[in-house]
């Protein structure tokens, strides 16, 4: 039976997964990331969390209060830091995104905006980051409150508005310096809009919508068939004026502008400037049956 709850959402994954199995084979690769699953689900277990579900070399858990969550994130970030060192380990970093807000339970399993939200957050983090959204800083305590600071926006599927990104410093003696608040948009620039052209199809990414996601599954904004193509291969977002790919699959995303300027882009992001072609999969060239043409507007 489906139930409504509000709770933190956490999700936490190993940096660059795919790098360690091929520099460090098989063994010691999939052992190192077990050991990073386990301190990320004894830390939940620490914090009154629930472990939903292991997804690869992600953990995503819930927790009652932001609080509870972030001492749990805290908690990964330092026992991985220390023990992927011990005995000749790999070196390894994680990144953790949070987000607070409604869910749907069924059975073990959360569903709702809030999921899609912390998941955002999460791959906007960086190696050793623990990035939450504003809503989420305004749960909670005022003393861990004084520990974050906004670093950016970002735009999140199936909202309007954007959100504020936050940091929580659990290294203050790492952290850089930085102005406190950041503008949410660039006043003195025009709006400008982003046409996809893929055959008979054209998608515009503008002030009026500001994210798409394309791949092979149906419910993307723009749906390309291919056997090299993930579910959910890429989006593009505006943000403050500018036009970012990023890309969530297998394959990677190729892209080659006018000047033909060619750029790969794997589980990373690159801005789109003036026009060209976008590849999903693999290289296409224009007239190619499955290119995609990008063209920014002024």
């Known amino acids: 039976m489906a139930k409504d709850l509000e709770v933190a959402i956490v999700f936490a994954d190993v940096v660059g997964s795919t790098q360690l199995y091929e520099k460090f084979g098989d063994t010691q690769a999939s052992e190192t990331v077990a050991l990073c699953l386990d301190v990320m689900k004894d830390a939940t277990y620490q914090f009154n969390g629930t472990v939903i579900k292991t997804i690869g070399d992600e953990v995503m858990s819930t927790f009652e209060t932001v609080d509870d969550a972030m001492g749990a994130a805290v908690m990964m970030q330092s026992r991985i830091t220390t023990e992927t060192k011990k005995d000749g380990g790999i070196p390894v970093s994680i990144r953790i995104g949070c987000h607070f807000g409604p869910v749907v339970q069924e059975q073990n399993d959360i569903f709702g905006a ?11 983090a960086k190696a050793k980051q623990i990035v939450i959204s504003g809503f989420t800083v305004e749960q909670m305590s005022p003393e861990l409150r004084n520990q ?26 790492e952290a850089t310096s930085m102005l406190p608040t950041i503008e949410w948009e660039n006043k ?3 709006a400008s809009k982003l046409l996809l052209n893929f055959r008979d199809t054209t998608v515009e990414v503008s002030d009026q919508r500001k994210a798409i996601n394309m791949g092979r599954a149906d419910d993307n904004d723009l749906v390309i068939k291919g056997n090299l193509i993930s579910r959910i291969h890429a989006k593009i977002e505006m943000r403050r004026g500018k036009f970012v790919l990023v890309d969530q699959s297998t394959n990677g995303t190729f892209l080659q502008n006018t000047q033909g300027k060619e750029t790969f882009v794997r589980r990373d992001s690159t801005e789109l400037a003036d026009e060209g072609t976008i590849g999903l999969g693999r290289a296409e060239k224009a007239g190619s049956n499955l290119a995609i043409y990008y063209k920014t507007i002024e």
């Open 114 to 124: 809030a999921v899609h939200t912390a998941n955002r957050m999460t791959s906007q």
């Open 148 to 173: 974050t600071r906004q670093i950016d926006v970002a735009t999140v599927r199936g909202r309007i508005d954007e959100v504020a990104l936050y940091e929580l410093v659990w290294q203050p003696e």
């Open 188 to 190: 003195s620039r025009r």
